[in-house]
């Protein structure tokens, strides 16, 4: 049997699985420990089967003391609020300044429909635009305030 070629590729794979065993056994062998027990008595057995001693907290008798200063936040919510209130102002002029000009001309184009239809026709979006837009406001304008009561509650309580 061992004059055959295929017995070389068994053989050497058996002398490998040897070598790693021999190998482990040894590593086994120069453990310094298994456990906690096999230390002595102010040591512990930490992953590298190493005997370490075990370290002393000492606790501190001084009490920490840490000072929050939120004023920094309450200003910048404050600001932020500002901003959403204004810029929902602006945008509210802005859109109705736009929309007064395009009603105007299309006031324009529907009177001159009007000589031949004779029926005015009216926009019927315009009262619903307007109330969507006073709600949007109002929101924003809620929103903001509670973001403010909120900062000077955070500057209160600071």
């Not at 053989?11 to 096999?38: G, T, Y």
């Not at 001084?62 to 404050?78: C, H, M, Q, W």
């Not at 403010?148 to 500057?155: E, G, K």
């Amino acid at each position: 049997m061992l004059g055959k070629k295929g017995d070389v590729a068994v053989i050497i794979i058996l002398i490998i699985i040897i070598i790693v065993v021999i190998v482990w056994l040894i590593s086994l062998a120069l453990r310094e420990c298994r456990q906690d027990n096999d230390c002595e008595e102010d040591y512990y057995c930490d992953s590298d089967f190493t005997c370490n001693k075990i370290p002393v907290i000492e606790k501190t008798t001084t009490p920490v003391i840490i000072n929050r200063d939120y004023s920094g936040l309450a200003k910048y919510f404050t600001f932020l609020g500002l901003a959403v209130i204004i810029g929902a102002i602006i945008l509210k002029f802005k859109r109705s300044k736009k929309e007064t000009g395009l009603t105007k001309k299309l006031f324009k184009r529907d009177k001159k429909e009007a000589r031949f239809t004779e029926t005015p026709s009216k926009p019927a979006k315009k009262i619903s635009r307007d109330s969507a837009k006073t709600y949007v406001l109002i929101g924003a304008i809620a929103g903001t305030l509670i973001i403010c009561l909120l900062a000077l509650i955070v500057l209160i309580l600071s």
